[in-house]
């Protein structure tokens, strides 16, 4: 039925604002019936998909501060916290690509480090970088500031914005976190053969929309 080295990498994704309570329902049936690595959703569904997959592998993530990054850490805080208490296993925090932009460093990796603390490795913390808004600079800044403030994965995209996982971004962002963090691609993965060149460029998850068409994939 499923490739297992694909299907066990993926975050199998609904995001769409318009997504129904039906919808999710069925993403989760689908996470369970192809092993999932998880089910990835906004934060209003956490606590619905934490029940539908109580007795499965299947982990539930959700994104915070999405899909733009611009909330303030205050707003992304208790995002974070309030998904803890809905059930979450794994959250895809989205970088302050503004204060990244603007050289607010301390702005931008003083978010990361309150969501990993909040988290205290208990819960896995992604980063989402948004590299096709990036300069070559801001992208390795943005990389090595994940390193310092202990996230557990850089990520290349939300999906919804200019531009999503390219393999030259996977390459980037596995040589320079090496084994010490996962790299998720994420953004534009449609196809069995999209999935295994962000494989082979360095990335240990996938983020998709479209799970089932590359695991069923001839």
């Known amino acids: 039925m499923s490739n297992p080295a694909l299907n066990s990498i993926i975050d199998h994704t609904l995001l769409k604002p318009d997504a129904t309570e039906d919808a999710i329902v069925k993403l989760c049936s689908e996470a369970r019936e192809y092993a999932f690595h998880s089910v990835c959703v906004n934060s209003t569904w956490v606590k619905l998909c934490a029940?539908?997959?109580r007795d499965s592998a299947v982990k539930v993530c959700t994104v915070i501060g999405f899909p733009l990054g611009a909330m303030s850490t205050f707003g992304k805080e208790n995002e974070t916290k309030q998904a803890i208490d809905d059930g979450v296993q794994?959250?895809?925090?989205?970088?302050?690509?503004?204060?990244?932009?603007s050289e607010l460093y301390e702005k931008a990796a003083n978010d990361i480090r309150t969501i990993v603390k909040i988290?205290?490795?208990n819960i896995l913390t992604k980063v989402i970088l948004e590299m096709c808004l990036l300069t070559e600079k801001e992208k390795k800044l943005a990389i090595q500031m994940c390193i310092d403030e202990g996230a557990d994965f850089v990520k290349t995209s939300t999906g919804f914005s200019s531009g999503g996982a390219t393999v030259e971004d996977v390459?980037?962002?596995?040589?320079m976190v090496g084994t010490k963090l996962g790299v998720k691609a994420s953004?534009?993965?449609?196809?069995?053969?999209d999935a295994e060149k962000m494989v082979q460029a360095g990335a240990n998850r996938l983020g998709t929309s479209a799970g089932i068409k590359i695991v069923t994939e001839a």
């Open 51 to 53: 029940k539908e997959l």
């Open 90 to 101: 794994e959250v895809d925090m989205v970088l302050n690509i503004g204060a990244l932009k």
């Open 119 to 121: 988290c205290n490795g």
């Open 171 to 175: 390459k980037l962002m596995r040589a």
């Open 187 to 193: 953004g534009g993965i449609r196809s069995k053969t």
